[in-house]
DNA sequence: CGATCTATATATAATAG
DNA sequence: TCTATTATATATAGATC
């Protein structure tokens, strides 16, 4: 039974820009999910908060947060007034998005869930199929590209919705003058 | 001579949240350098130009990346004290603990939904009790301040969401000197 | 493009300092 | 906390569909 390699397996490779585009974006695809998968790892066994947000070589955005990524992004724009509001708002812009979509399909997917094992029909196949999606899900598959004229129209929407969280805020900050600390400065990395 | 495993190297974990705060510390900081790596690479290989924010559930930030976010991260945060932002951030961090924590939840729940769908393992009663507390957590809990019928609102939004952001990215990178170079970097690897 | 498979390179859990 | 080791779990390069 001898047999003929069918894969020589990972080979090593050296941390430099890859010039083949095609297998750049292989590449790109590969890991840009790998990044996700270890961000949604920390934050769940952690509890923390992360978000990446990945411009490809071609410009198009792709962002990714948990719990959401707005909360990374207002923390490195701290401040309504400060200058660069616009390159904030853009990131938040393309990151609300994504979040949205990430919650709403949680949902929905908890739903399906729950429906199966609720009724308990659960045929090998279907619930495969079901699992592979959902794990898709759970990891990022709700990522996406985002356009222009869209987001135009999600501008109100977003207004509407800060108002919401302002509102909020502001009953929270009247009955709850918690501590938890204000956002630590960290300067431009250099490690922790 | 036979010597006494020294370790027994890396066990296999759960992705959930990890109890021992210690150990949840320690692997916090592992994880963090590794998805610090990874975007390195990523940006270094692929062009891509991304950067990762990571903040520990005390709300310490702890990375950065992309040299265009990096610079305005720069002129945000002068020194290691900006003026006002505490008060403002003191309330964000108080609401997105607790936005924080249910969403972790939610995502731990689902994924032990899938784990009891991927095994096929469904006892009645683990089945049965756990439709119970995801129930709970998916209506109970309306992930963030936002309400369902809200998020569909914005859903609608998104679904027209295609070409905007790609306008607003060109405006974007009025501002950033180099296209989508290789990103110079960042990290805390400043090594490899 | 993305999914799948193989074999191997890497990341990292447990542990000690 | 950060570093170093060890043994093992994962990620992923390369090929294929």
Redesign the pocket.
């Known amino acids: 039974m001898d047999?003929k390699?069918?894969?020589?397996?990972?080979?090593?490779?050296d941390i430099k820009e890859i010039d083949d585009k095609?297998?750049r974006?292989?590449?790109f695809?590969?890991?840009r999910?790998?990044i996700y998968?270890?961000v949604t790892e920390i934050n769940t066994m952690c509890g923390a908060e992360s978000g990446v947000v990945v411009f490809s070589p071609a410009g198009r955005a792709f962002s990714f947060g948990h719990p959401d990524i707005e909360t990374v992004v207002n923390r490195v724009f701290p401040s309504p007034s400060a200058p660069n509001q616009g390159e904030r708002d853009l990131i938040l812009d393309v990151v609300h998005a994504n979040r949205a979509e990430r919650i709403v399909g949680l949902n929905q997917q908890q739903t399906e869930l729950l429906e199966i094992l609720k009724n308990g029909k659960h045929e090998r196949d279907t619930r495969k199929e079901l699992a592979?999606n959902s794990k898709?899900q759970a990891l990022g598959g709700s990522i996406d590209e985002f356009g222009l004229e869209e987001l135009k129209t999600l501008k109100s929407s977003l207004e509407a919705l800060k108002s919401n969280v302002f509102n909020k805020l502001e009953v929270l900050n009247v009955n709850d003058p918690h501590e938890s600390g204000p956002c630590m400065d960290m300067g431009p990395f250099r490690?922790?």
């Open positions: 047999k390699p069918i894969s020589k397996g990972k080979q090593k490779i095609a297998n974006d292989v590449t695809s590969k890991r999910n790998g998968k270890k592979e898709q490690g922790q």
